[in-house]
């Protein structure tokens, strides 16, 4: 079974957080793509909408939206997802994983685009004491 580090952006208020997810809930990311939503409830968020905006496998490897399949694949980049240049038209050799979330991927970076009822913090039982 995978288990995976969902991180959870809220725009509204530029908070993030880290949540688990083993088991059933995990199975509900496999085979999902970026830019996907899935239901907050596989996180503990019942209510909320989540978009599946990136990710990165065992190794750290990052996903890219432009590349099909969860498998890795190494291309030629001149900048984003992966690698940043140091300046103009410098191109690199990069290794990356696909788009679609697998038993591979390690950690999951979603946000929030639909609200539930209650706040993030209230479904997290989380404390002002901490």
Same mark, same amino acid.
């Given at each position: ?7 959870? @952006?809220?725009?509204?208020? $530029?908070?993030?957080r #880290?949540?688990?997810?083993?088991? #059933?809930? @995990?199975? *509900?990311?496999?085979?999902?793509? =970026?830019?996907?939503?899935? +239901?907050? %409830? ?5 209510? !909320? ?9 065992t @190794?750290?490897?990052?996903? *890219? ?6 498998n ?7 900048g984003?997802?992966? !690698?940043?240049? /140091?300046?103009? $038209? ?9 788009? +679609?979330? %697998?038993?591979?991927? *390690? #950690?999951i970076?979603?946000? =929030?685009?639909?609200? $539930?009822?209650? %706040?993030? @913090?209230?479904?997290?039982?989380? /404390?002002?004491?901490?």
């Amino acid at each position: 079974m995978a288990d995976f580090t969902v991180v959870v @952006a809220d725009p509204e208020n $530029g908070e993030t957080r #880290q949540l688990d997810a083993e088991g #059933q809930d @995990a199975n *509900r990311f496999i085979g999902r793509d =970026i830019g996907d939503e899935v +239901e907050g %409830s596989a996180v503990g968020l019942d209510g !909320y909408t989540l978009e599946l905006t990136g990710g990165s496998d065992t @190794a750290g490897r990052p996903m *890219r939206a432009d590349v099909r399949g969860p498998n890795l694949t190494t291309l030629l980049s001149d900048g984003g997802t992966g !690698y940043e240049p /140091s300046r103009p $038209g410098e191109r690199r050799r990069v290794t990356v994983r696909g788009r +679609e979330v %697998s038993e591979d991927t *390690r #950690q999951i970076n979603a946000k =929030i685009v639909e609200r $539930g009822d209650e %706040s993030v @913090a209230d479904l997290l039982d989380e /404390s002002d004491d901490e």
